[in-house]
């Protein structure tokens, strides 16, 4: 892949100065482009898409401010940096107004016009990765995702509502996986105040523990090896908005001192840096473990679990709200519907029958991606059980032995028999893993990768 190079466009009517420049910046590495006029500027400007313009103040054809004016029309996210001759202060202020950058007196300094092109580029990098996120965010959500009738449910998104328009600035959502957190953290900074500013979101066990510091706060230039310019962390990218901190309970004991901080102050320190910055934004932190547990087990601070746990929202698993289920079917095969175009009507009688008595250890995300397999199988306008996973087929928890048998595998190839006693152990402890995992003998942490593995996690 080859990169194209900055380019920056010099209008300017002086040679001299137009061949100066060009020295300076190519050297720099920049691709030059030069107009001699406010008109051949413009056309440039169109034609050359140019990631920077160096703007003369006066023109032989027109002040340097109407160009300005008009390049800012057409291109609002172009840095534009004036050039003046002797520092007309009138119209360097109406330049600053109308949206210049910057500006630089002649004779041009090398320092000074290095450092101003190099912010002016940053400063526009930085707006355009902002609006690229906002983007996304904004694609992702459509407010009328959330299913819940029951009365948990209904109860459980009125106290989401009023937290949302709250100025509560933390909120801990916890739950099993699968359950929602997500959506709900989404949900929440949809509802709020906030909704115009970032939602931003990072998942504490998905980056490695060296990288997570500098991805939240930042650092400035030199503060490691690596670090050739400042960087701004997540908490300052996502200030007047939201930042989602999923699966919390990952974070290093080190960096929960420095969360806890963060949280107390609202201000932080980049790495390596020494200035205290403010910011006023809320923080979700989302957690499928249980915090309490993991407290009394010294690997959560106790003073940072309190701290987060001011306005705890806790998400029903779906076997809690059974009357969920086949709304949240319908909703899915809408999706899905238009996502495959098809028009499947809904589930057949007997495979609804199934989805009221199936234990879904995977909650939400395991019903959704269900119907997703089956719908893509499925060619009659009703769902029925012969698409839809093996293990919804086997008996209830009803029908199982009591928890103190251990789950047996019979004469299965390995994978197999490993996946059959996962799934017998999860009927038998009612989707609890923590429970389930005591009856295999193994750690949560082990269980929840043979959920994955197996595709139920
Ligand atoms: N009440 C709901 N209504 C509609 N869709 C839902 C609902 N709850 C969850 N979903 C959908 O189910 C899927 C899983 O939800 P989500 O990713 O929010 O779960 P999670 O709790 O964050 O899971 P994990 O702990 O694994 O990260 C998503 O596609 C989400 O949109
Ligand atoms: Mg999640």
């Known amino acids: 892949m080859t990169m194209r190079r900055t380019r920056i466009l010099i209008i300017d009517d002086d040679r001299l100065i137009r061949w100066s420049l060009r020295q300076k910046l190519e050297a720099l590495a920049y691709d030059v482009s030069e107009a001699e006029t406010g008109a051949a500027g413009l056309r440039a400007a169109q034609d050359l898409a140019p990631d920077l313009v160096l703007l003369d103040m006066k023109l032989p054809d027109a002040k340097g401010t109407d160009i300005l004016e008009e390049l800012r029309k057409s291109w609002p996210d172009l840095p534009v940096v004036m050039i003046t001759a002797f520092g007309v202060i009138e119209d360097v202020v109406t330049a600053m107004r109308r949206g210049a950058y910057d500006f630089i007196a002649k004779p041009l300094e090398d320092a000074k016009l290095q450092n101003t092109i190099r912010h002016a580029l940053e400063a526009a990098a930085l707006k355009k990765k902002i609006a690229a996120y906002r983007e996304i965010e904004q694609k992702k959500f459509v407010p009328d995702q959330i299913i819940g009738q029951t009365p948990v449910m209904v109860q459980l998104l009125g106290m989401v509502r009023k937290i949302a328009e709250s100025e509560a600035s933390i909120v801990l959502l916890q739950g099993e996986s699968g359950t929602g957190k997500d959506l709900i953290a989404q949900t929440i900074h949809h509802w709020s105040r906030r909704r115009e500013a970032l939602f931003l979101a990072i998942n504490c066990s998905a980056i490695p523990e060296n990288l997570l510091e500098s991805e939240l706060f930042g650092y400035e230039k030199g503060a490691f090896t690596d670090a050739k310019h400042q960087k701004r962390g997540l908490v300052e990218l996502a200030d007047e908005g939201t930042l989602f901190l999923d699966e919390i309970s990952s974070l290093s004991l080190p960096l929960q001192a420095k969360l806890l901080r963060f949280l107390e102050t609202n201000t932080f320190k980049r790495v390596g840096g020494l200035r205290d910055i403010d910011v006023d934004l809320r923080v979700i932190a989302a957690t499928n473990q249980d915090l309490e547990r993991l407290c009394r087990e010294e690997k959560f601070r106790k003073d940072l679990f309190y701290r987060l746990n001011v306005c705890p929202v806790n998400l029903p698993s779906l076997s809690e709200r059974k009357d969920d289920i086949l709304p949240l079917a319908g909703y899915f095969i809408a999706h899905y519907n238009k996502k495959f175009n098809k028009n499947i009507q809904g589930l057949e009688k007997s495979a609804e029958k199934l989805f009221l008595h199936y234990a879904w250890p995977g909650n939400v995300r395991e ?33 199982s032995p009591p928890s103190s048998d251990a789950p047996s595998a019979g004469s299965l190839s390995l994978p197999e028999a490993e996946k059959k006693m996962v799934v017998q152990a999860l009927r038998q402890a009612r989707g609890n893993k923590s429970e389930a995992a005591r009856l295999l003998g193994i750690s949560r942490d082990t269980l929840r990768y043979k959920l994955k593995k197996i595709n139920l996690g």
Do not use: G, T, V
């Open 367 to 399: 019903l959704k991606n269900a119907i997703e397999r089956a719908m893509i199988f499925e060619e009659d306008a009703f769902i029925s059980p012969q698409y839809l996973p093996i293990r919804l087929n086997e008996p209830a928890s009803s029908a």
